[in-house]
């Protein structure tokens, strides 16, 4: 077996299951899980029925490029959503079977593990599909902590020149899971600069793009700040979204990359063998999601409901700040963010997840010790439950208000 599988650390949740092993919760309460990302708002009718309607194509091998039609409705909701120049859809865009698996794969694609200790570098707390990327590829994973007295800013000047110029390939996430931070345009500047100066590729996780408050400040994209350097090509840049959480469709499996053509072909070329085309009746349905906003703007609705509800519930008791954007509170605890959570779902059935499940030491320092993630993907009801419980539990286990 390949040897660097060793090197891979149980996934977040595997090792939440291992956390409440032996912990029986309330039996009368019923459960409330706020620890997955996982949308649960309702799949809206017209994605279903344009699934079900192209049904035929499940007759017909699909594309690694995938279809006209696709390419183009994504190059144009590119353009729309970011103010771009024209994408060209059939070098600049290709389909990909949910973010998840196109993150991992582009690592695969991009490293050079014959150079000395190649690295790619994640942010930190992370998606640990980073890491596992890395590691497989034959790099070594660094960290750049995000942290709150930072503004959860990458701190780049944490890593020596000779460690960046080792660099190979970024990770970096905007908005931020689990943070919520958004990269601002000074931000991307720098990552721009720092990867002409080292010769890496970035590679920006965009899935939480489309969840955000203001609906007149949507958050700036890596596309958009490239073209507003003056970064027309998008030299060394690829971004990654998704369908998943903007239009609540996580087992569609369904996102896109987009960016620098040169890039893109050879990952194109490594799919090609990868395996990971979409079906044609998936495509289809991908298509009527990306041509619709009103069901996206509804589902920001939802989500902004949500977070006015449950701040003031929370806040006596875990203090909270609204995130820049996606859907995740990146709650403080008066303990070890393990010992709460396990505490937390023996008292009242609920299930947020340990900060530390999501972070590595670096530099000294674990960025996630002493929070949680608390996901708002139930129903409204389910969340002001869920708040409440939590603050009932904190004001008893440690006398808040």
């Not at 959860?152 to 689990?178: H, I, K, T, Y």
């Amino acid at each position: 077996m390949n040897p660097r599988l060793d090197l891979l650390q149980p996934y977040p949740f595997e090792r939440l299951r291992q956390l409440f092993a032996g912990v029986e919760p309330p039996a009368g309460l019923r459960p409330v899980r706020l620890s997955i990302g996982e949308p649960q708002h309702a799949t809206p009718a017209f994605i279903q029925e344009a699934l079900v309607m192209n049904l035929r194509g499940l007759s017909a091998y699909p594309t690694t490029a995938g279809g006209d039609a696709l390419r183009e409705t994504i190059a144009a909701w590119l353009t729309q959503r970011y103010a771009l120049a024209p994408i060209d859809p059939a070098h600049e865009v290709l389909p990909v079977c949910g973010s998840r698996e196109a993150l991992f794969a582009f690592a695969q694609a991009v490293v050079d593990a014959s150079a000395a200790k190649p690295l790619v570098v994640c942010p930190n707390p992370f998606y640990q599909i980073y890491e596992g990327a890395a590691l497989l590829s034959g790099a070594e994973p660094v960290f750049l902590n995000q942290l709150p007295e930072n503004d959860f800013g990458l701190d780049l000047d944490s890593l020596s020149a000779d460690e960046w110029s080792r660099v190979q390939l970024m990770f970096v996430c905007s908005p931020g899971n689990p943070t919520g931070k958004v990269l601002q345009l000074e931000d991307w500047k720098r990552l721009f600069e720092y990867a002409d100066r080292y010769g890496f590729v970035i590679a920006a996780d965009e899935c939480y793009s489309e969840i955000y408050f203001d609906e007149g400040k949507p958050p700036l994209g890596a596309l958009e700040a490239a073209k507003a350097l003056g970064r027309t090509g998008y030299e060394r840049l690829v971004v990654f979204s998704s369908l998943s959480k903007r239009s609540n469709v996580p087992g569609l499996r369904s996102g896109f990359v987009a960016g620098d053509r040169a890039v893109l072909k050879q990952f194109l070329l490594y799919r090609t063998y990868h395996g990971c085309a979409m079906s044609l009746p998936v495509q289809a349905a991908s298509v009527a999601a990306w041509r619709d906003e009103t069901h996206v703007r509804d589902n920001r609705t939802l989500y902004r409901e949500k977070f006015a509800a449950l701040k003031p519930v929370l806040d006596p008791a875990l203090p909270v700040q609204l995130p820049d954007a996606g859907f995740y509170f990146w709650a403080r605890t008066p303990i070890d963010d393990r010992e709460f959570a396990r505490e937390l779902f023996a008292a009242t059935h609920v299930t947020v997840l340990p900060g530390q499940f999501l972070s590595r030491e670096s530099r000294g320092v674990n960025p996630g010790a002493g929070f949680v993630r608390i996901a708002l993907v139930a129903s409204h009801e389910e969340c002001i439950e869920a708040a409440q419980r939590i603050a009932s539990f904190v004001a008893r286990r440690f006398g808040a208000a």
